[in-house]
């Protein structure tokens, strides 16, 4: 795959394409004729919990927000997605075991090498996809 130097990406390359998503969601669903249910979609970011302890993670609302609207576009194209899953809904240890790529609604106070005291804070993301999941999508 040739990379699109038009896409914005993250710090560690991955490219931001929600109307590329919409296009596989398609071709998929075009291809297999089976429902789809969305696994793993969000953003990996270095983050830190500011002087309030949370994070103001605008970036992953952004990026979910315009992922979900290019759903729901390849749904009303005739596209049967039967559900939609966020990576993740905590921080994780990526494949790599590293925690500088934070994915999560909630951070997780801990690094690479000191796990800290592992306490949980809720990021601005939490109550936004929280209102996403009580408005079925209505509010983005």
């Known amino acids: 795959m040739t990379p699109n130097p038009l896409l914005k990406k ?38 830190e919990l500011n002087e309030n302890k949370t994070v103001e993670d605008d970036y992953r609302i ?28 905590t921080d994780i240890l990526s494949s790599q075991g590293e925690m500088k790529k934070r994915y999560g609604f909630i951070f997780v106070n801990r690094d690479e090498s000191d796990l800290r005291d592992l306490k949980r804070y809720k990021k601005k993301s939490f109550e936004w996809f929280k209102n996403v999941i009580s408005t079925n999508g209505k509010q983005l």
Not at 39 to 46: F, H, P
Not at 64 to 89: N, P, S
């Open 10 to 47: 993250n710090e560690w390359g991955w490219a931001i394409d929600p109307i590329g998503f919409r296009i596989a969601l398609k071709e998929i669903y075009a291809r297999y004729k089976m429902p789809i249910f969305v696994t793993e979609n969000g953003i990996g970011v270095r983050e």
């Open 62 to 89: 952004d990026y979910l927000r315009a992922h979900i609207e290019q759903m729901k576009l390849a749904m009303e194209e005739g596209v049967d997605v039967i559900g939609y899953l966020t990576w993740g809904c």
